[in-house]
């Protein structure tokens, strides 16, 4: 992994300018902000949208915990995020943003059962390890300040289209 400084933004307003890019105003004006800084990620704007944060080893504490006793349970019915910002990045692949989209969240190893990646279908499809949700990612035609967006390619592979 590179240095972190490569990935810092010198200012803080710009970044959390950045991050509220990645849904409409409607959404993402009450979020919580989370900005990149030496030591992780910290909170940078208080949300009003009732996000209960956690430090970085409270995570992995209550994860490692969870895997243990089998708690771990399938993403809860329409789990998604948005993924539309023109500033957005999705791989070192991508060379830059993808295509605006949404992901939802779904049972591991579930992505042929959603259909994804077959022929006319819009769904992208990634499955994680057995202990990770699998990822559909679907297409929009819009980017979060309302302007349009690229047609897809024919082949939808965030790791292989351009912008």
Request: charged share 20%.
């Amino acid at each position: 992994m590179a240095p972190v400084e490569q990935y810092l933004i010198a200012n803080r307003d710009a970044e959390v300018a950045l991050a509220r890019t990645a849904a409409p105003p409607s959404i993402s004006a009450a979020a919580e902000v989370l900005i990149l800084g030496r030591r992780g990620y910290e909170t940078a704007v208080r949300g009003t949208n009732g996000f209960a944060s956690a430090t970085r080893q409270q995570v992995i504490d209550k994860t490692r915990a969870a895997f243990a006793s089998h708690r771990f349970v399938d993403p809860e019915a329409g789990s998604f995020s948005f993924m539309l910002s023109k500033e957005g990045y999705v791989s070192d692949a991508a060379l830059g943003p993808w295509l605006p989209h949404l992901m939802f969240f779904v049972r591991s190893g579930q992505a042929a059962t959603w259909g994804a990646g077959l022929e006319g279908s819009p769904v992208v499809g990634v499955n994680g390890s057995a202990i990770e949700p699998t990822v559909l990612m679907i297409p929009v035609r819009r980017w979060s300040d309302g302007s349009a967006a690229p047609p897809p390619a024919s082949e939808l592979r965030p790791e292989s289209a351009t912008p």
